[in-house]
């Protein structure tokens, strides 16, 4: 059974700093990771899709990498901003099915 | 171009009570999933449609059952709720159902029952 875990739970940093949030997942056999922005009570944002023929992926101020063997990807954001504050999830899609499995997400606070 | 859209925003039912919610996927696609999202959880897959037929089911019971319709708008229907169904529901499309495809969420129904 596919389990996605996010690491830390919740990330509280001011403004301007690069972090890094952290998303593991126990089976490599997967067909894409998806990174998503949730803000309160809202549905979901897609940030970055990565294929598992690829490494990284990047959108603006966003990076997305993925190791498929070691089952993990990491999502970078540059320059970091208060509007930046949200739920951020990764979500997998493995081999044989079609759903999105998600960890539990990373709550993430940019001071001003 | 239209995104997802869904409908109710909010919805108070009773236990025992059953309930209709409903999604319009983005223009042009013809794959609609569902998800179930508790409080400071992740989503659950609850089912996925395409072109009409359901295409694979997460591990929800029978009491959750769903529609598509030829324009591939879909409903999920919820009986005889339960107190632990409350959740914001999410309805995502995507252009073919493939499984490298991005899924395109809606901005969900809180469900909550008392």
């Known amino acids: 059974k596919q389990e996605v875990t996010q690491i830390p739970a919740a990330l509280s940093v001011p403004e301007g700093e690069n972090l890094v949030l952290n998303c593991s997942f126990t089976?490599?056999?997967?067909?894409?990771l998806q990174w998503f922005r949730q803000d309160p009570g809202k549905g979901l944002t897609s940030l970055l899709l990565?294929?598992?023929?690829?490494r990284e992926q990047t959108s603006g101020r966003l990076n997305a990498s993925l190791d498929k063997s070691s089952g993990r990807s990491t999502l970078y954001i540059a320059a970091s901003q208060p509007g930046d504050s949200a739920t951020y999830l990764c979500?997998?899609?493995?081999?044989?099915?079609?759903?999105?499995?998600f960890g539990q997400g990373t709550r993430l606070t940019i001071n001003p | 171009e239209t995104g997802v859209t869904q409908s109710p925003t909010h919805l108070i039912k009773t236990r025992g009570q059953q309930v209709t919610l409903r999604c319009s996927s983005q223009?042009?696609?013809?794959?609609v999933s569902w998800y179930q999202q508790a409080l400071g959880q992740g989503p659950q897959f609850i089912f996925q449609?395409?072109?009409?037929?359901?295409?694979g089911r997460g591990n929800f019971p029978p009491r959750f059952s769903g529609l598509q319709f030829p324009n591939y708008s879909s409903e999920l229907n919820v009986n005889a709720l339960e107190l632990d169904d409350s959740a914001l529901y999410l309805c995502?499309?995507?252009?073919?159902?493939?499984?490298?495809?991005?899924?395109?969420f809606g901005p969900g129904t809180r469900l909550t029952v008392l």
């Open positions: 995502a499309s995507s252009p073919t159902g493939g499984r490298t495809d991005t899924q395109y």
């Open positions: 089976d490599s056999a997967i067909y894409n």
């Open positions: 990565i294929q598992s023929s690829q």
């Open positions: 979500a997998v899609i493995i081999q044989g099915a079609q759903k999105l499995v």
């Open positions: 223009s042009g696609h013809n794959t």
């Open positions: 449609y395409y072109r009409e037929e359901e295409n």
